[in-house]
């Protein structure tokens, strides 16, 4: 296996462990490993895009939604990725990841055959919470190595600087789009998410019976002047995905 610098990609081997990167700004992940993660993504029958924490600063959630605007791909996302998406990409939001694996982005995510994870880390969630099948494809997009597990063991790892490899990946994956059985699956998730929205709003006074009525009604909701708050708890994750989903700009 070769040895890993800013910008190279490696061959996932756990009994190698790749060091740290310096501190120096990276380059996009080299053209082969560009070549390589598209033909994976590709092939796929069920892709799927899940972001994390690393995928939230502007420049990073800039090139990732010029990306997903080009293909089908759906977007999963951890409590940290709140706010990737803009509302134009809503048509690509497949809810978030769960506490308990039960939210409509879990279930997006157990039917994918490949995941392409975009800033991921352990340490925000445990892959041993998602991961439910550990034989499939992962392509890993990050500036860092993955920190590899029973649970997290990447195909291929595009490291470099994750914004441009994203701007790298956009071009050669854009007109991507999904078999219609996985469509019908994603979309069928993103009709259990907007009826948790209305359940979750008409829960706490606000009587809607629609989508588009729910979409009247938040923005309103949440217009007033000054922070707003929630406790973290399992309808909480529910109710700021809500949020993000109406309010896509309010949420970081």
Excluded: C
């Amino acid at each position: 296996m070769s040895s890993a610098s800013p910008g190279r990609t490696r061959r996932v081997d756990p009994t190698h462990p790749v060091p740290a990167d310096s501190g120096a700004r990276l380059n996009a992940a080299p053209p082969e490993a560009i070549a390589e993660a598209v033909q994976l993504v590709r092939s796929a029958q069920r892709p799927v895009v899940l972001a994390d924490m690393h995928a939230g600063n502007p420049e990073t959630s800039s090139a990732l939604r010029t990306l997903i605007a080009g293909t089908e791909l759906p977007v999963v996302e951890t409590f940290q990725a709140a706010g990737v998406l803009s509302r134009e990409l809503d048509n690509h939001r497949a809810g978030r990841v769960g506490v308990f694996r039960n939210l409509p982005g879990d279930v997006v995510m157990a039917h994918a055959d490949l995941l392409v994870t975009v800033g991921y880390d352990e340490v925000e969630y445990d892959s041993a919470a998602w991961n439910t099948d550990v034989t499939r494809t992962i392509v890993h997009i990050d500036s860092l190595p993955a920190r590899l597990g029973d649970h997290y063991q990447p195909t291929l790892e595009l490291r470099g600087n994750v914004a441009a490899t994203l701007r790298q990946l956009a071009a050669p994956l854009a007109g991507l789009r999904l078999g219609s059985e996985f469509r019908d699956t994603v979309d069928a998730q993103r009709r259990a998410l907007s009826v948790a929205y209305a359940r979750s709003l008409g829960a706490h006074g606000h009587r809607v019976s629609t989508e588009g009525e729910l979409v009247d009604v938040l923005p309103r909701a949440l217009a007033e002047p000054g922070p707003s708050a929630v406790g973290v708890d399992t309808n909480s994750i529910r109710n700021i995905d809500l949020g993000e989903k109406l309010l896509p700009d309010s949420f970081e």
